[in-house]
């Protein structure tokens, strides 16, 4: 095999953007060999734009099984993300999924477990940030250990800004039912798992997260949460859809000097001395620890989906590393699904949490869902996919 056959199950936004850049030649090592919609009108979009020898498929089951691919890429609402890797799996053909890993845990358990009785199939997930080099600079800087260790955790990652004409562009967005989450299920997957792949995971969460507070939705629009590590070192997320201008600095404070992802510039204020050996021993009440300002060069790299993508077929073809391993996808869904419970039980939350409890929360939500899940043409009421 010199390319790898793949098909897209979802021709929406995101399928559509995974589609173009492979017919541009940006994939040199995927063939795109299939589409799948539930809608006749992308389908009948998809078909305008591939050439002949992509096969156009009605539903993703139809496209597994065809034969046809050796991999999938999957790109549907949420909860479907689990129902077709494990089917995907269980035929044999590798899979990417897009971000969420699913909407719940419990569902995500099972993906992996199908992965994990598939091992020579890649599973990838499709978390793109993860290529920008300025986090994978800074997650170097913190687990080498050369900073001490981590006290502080901040991101106020606010730049997520939808006006309500965005919600109303898809019947699943924003509901229980369609969607499973606000924010932090759509927008912010990419965050959660940037913040534990560079810190790790928070033992206990306490989160505040209101609902439909700045737009006529029924999910959360606006979430601040306080986390609890191992170690001792606390964090805080917050996150909206409404603030404008947003802000999205990510702040890392350790033993040894501070990390500041803003603006895609990496700042390390780094201290001469460890502060916890300073605060003992400096004579002064009101001393500091002497400190540098730092700006961190990286490559300046950031392939994007691309990238994600082609260590994805890599991986499949040659066993090279890919950027997110499949089975990592649990880990800020994790966060998020510790976030709503938190929220919606008004406590702290301990990792790892009841999965079933949380589920039967969820499940209450959908039952009173705006929108019940949308999985044929005939209830999908779409006026646009963003
Ligand atoms: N990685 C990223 O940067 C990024 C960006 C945007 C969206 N996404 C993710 O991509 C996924 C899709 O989001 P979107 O914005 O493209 O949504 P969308 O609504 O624009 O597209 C979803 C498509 O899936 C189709 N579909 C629904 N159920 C289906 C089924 N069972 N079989 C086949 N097709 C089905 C719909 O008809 C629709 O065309 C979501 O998981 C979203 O979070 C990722």
Redesign the pocket.
């Known amino acids: 095999m010199d390319k790898v056959r793949l098909g897209i ?9 995974h589609t173009h850049y492979i017919l541009n030649g940006e994939a040199p090592e995927v063939a795109l060999a299939a589409i ?4 006749a009108e ?1 389908r009948d979009a998809a078909k305008a734009v591939v050439p002949e020898s992509v096969t156009i ?5 139809d ?1 597994i099984d065809s034969g046809l691919c050796d991999a999938v890429l ?5 909860y ?2 689990p ?2 890797a494990v089917k995907a799996f269980e035929k044999g053909l590798h899979v990417m ?4 890993a699913g909407v719940y845990t419990k569902q995500v358990r099972e993906m992996n477990a199908a992965a994990a009785a598939h091992p020579e199939l890649t599973f990838g997930m ?4 993860r290529t920008n080099s300025v986090y994978k600079k800074m997650r170097e800087l913190v687990r080498d250990g050369g900073l001490g260790a981590i006290k502080r955790v901040n991101w106020i990652i606010t730049s997520w800004y939808r006006t309500q004409s965005y919600y109303n ?2 019947a ?2 924003a509901t229980w039912d369609g ?1 499973g989450g606000g924010v932090l ?2 927008q912010c ?2 965050n959660l798992d940037l913040m534990q792949w560079i810190c790790g995971m928070p033992v206990a969460v306490r989160a505040f997260c209101h609902n439909g507070k700045w737009h006529d939705i029924e999910v959360e629009d606006d979430v601040t949460a306080y986390m609890e590590y191992e170690n001792g070192a606390t964090g805080v997320f917050v996150t909206t859809t409404a603030d404008a201008p947003g802000t999205d600095r990510l702040e890392v404070t350790l033993e040894m000097g501070k990390l500041v992802c803003e603006g895609d510039v990496l700042t390390l204020y780094k201290l001469d001395v460890n502060e916890r050996e300073f605060c003992k021993n400096a004579e002064g009440g009101f001393d500091k620890p002497p400190m540098q300002e730092l700006i961190i060069e990286t490559d300046g790299s950031y392939p ?2 691309q990238g ?1 993508l082609n260590a994805f077929a890599a991986n499949i073809l040659r066993g090279e590393p890919l950027i997110a391993k499949g089975e990592e996808g649990i880990n800020g869904l994790t966060l998020s699904n510790a976030m709503h419970l938190s929220s919606w039980l008004d406590k702290t939350v301990t990792i790892p949490f009841d999965e079933e409890l949380f589920l039967n929360e969820l499940n209450k939500r959908r039952a009173q869902s705006r929108e019940k899940k ?4 005939k209830t ?1 009421n ?1 006026k ?3």
Do not use: C
């Not at 199950?9 to 953007?17: A, E, H, K, R």
């Not at 999957?74 to 949420?78: E, K, L």
């Not at 999924?97 to 969420?100: A, C, F, L, R, V």
């Open positions: 199950i979802g021709y929406g936004n995101m399928g559509t953007g799948a919609d539930v809608r992308r498929f009605e539903t993703g089951d496209l999957i790109a549907v609402p949420h479907d993300h129902t077709y999924s897009e971000k969420p499709m978390y793109n940030v562009s898809g699943w967005r969607e299920l759509n997957p990419h994007q989906h994600v949308i999985v044929t043409e999908f779409t646009g996919s963003h």
